[in-house]
């Protein structure tokens, strides 16, 4: 079955200190894929997407997420987190024409 | 509008009642989604509207759910004799053009909590 998985529930980390946040996904053609972070009280905010070409992907807020076909994954990273990127990331898989799937989120806490 | 928006932001209400959740997308947006953020859940799609299409119901988890989007812009989404299960964040998003590279915008979401 078509499903995205986001194994880390929730995830602390220093401020300054580096983040991967994990995504797989199953999907037998090639997906489109997202990441978005809803922070409190906000609506979902797009960071980054890949569709093609170049599998490392640049977003906005300093965020980075590459596509790794053999292990279908798309984990995002960033090299130094700050405490205002304490939220919830989900990532997203598009599957058909218009549907995007979600993963179940991960939740990102920043210790000063 | 500059957002899509969507009302009330909250709404508690008795298990047995009707409800109704609207949704204003972005102006001259085709597209528009509707899903169901559950705690722990990650966000679960309901349903998608795309112009004059027949909606992608495929989403909808019993048929105490419905949905309509009137002269292609606002959408209400209603639920049935609320169940307690059905306590969630529900969000709309809406899109240009309504294909799945197109960036969907989200609203904030309405809280629905059934007591």
């Known amino acids: 079955a078509q499903s995205v998985t986001q194994p880390d529930i929730h995830i602390t980390v220093s401020e300054g200190a580096s983040l991967e946040l994990r995504c797989n996904y199953s999907?037998?053609?090639?997906?489109?894929l997202f990441w978005y972070v809803q922070s409190p009280g906000q609506g979902l905010q797009l960071l980054l997407k890949?569709?093609?070409?170049?599998?490392l992907v640049q977003g906005i807020k300093g965020f980075e997420a590459e596509f790794k076909r053999s292990q279908s994954s798309f984990n995002l990273r960033k090299p130094s987190v700050h405490w205002s990127d304490a939220a919830e990331y989900f990532c997203?898989?598009?599957?058909?024409?218009?549907?995007?799937?979600f993963g179940q989120g991960t939740r990102l806490t920043i210790n000063p | 509008g500059a957002g899509v928006s969507q009302s009330p932001s909250n709404k508690v209400t008795e298990k047995g009642k009707d409800v109704e959740l609207r949704c204003d997308p972005i102006?001259?947006?085709?597209?528009l989604y509707w899903y169901r953020q559950s705690l722990g859940q990650g966000l679960e799609f309901l349903i998608y509207?795309?112009?004059?299409?027949?909606?992608?119901k495929s989403g909808l988890p019993s048929d105490r759910f419905s949905a309509e989007r009137t002269g292609g812009s606002v959408s209400t989404l209603t639920i049935q004799r609320t169940q307690q299960e059905d306590s969630a964040v529900y969000l709309c998003?809406?899109?240009?053009?309504?294909?799945?590279?197109?960036?969907?915008?989200f609203g904030q979401g309405t809280r629905l909590t059934v007591v």
């Open positions: 999907y037998g053609a090639t997906p489109y």
């Open positions: 998003a809406s899109s240009y053009a309504g294909t799945v590279n197109t960036e969907a915008f």
């Open positions: 102006s001259g947006h085709t597209a």
């Open positions: 997203a898989v598009g599957m058909g024409a218009q549907k995007l799937v």
């Open positions: 890949y569709f093609s070409g170049d599998t």
């Open positions: 509207f795309q112009g004059n299409s027949a909606p992608d």
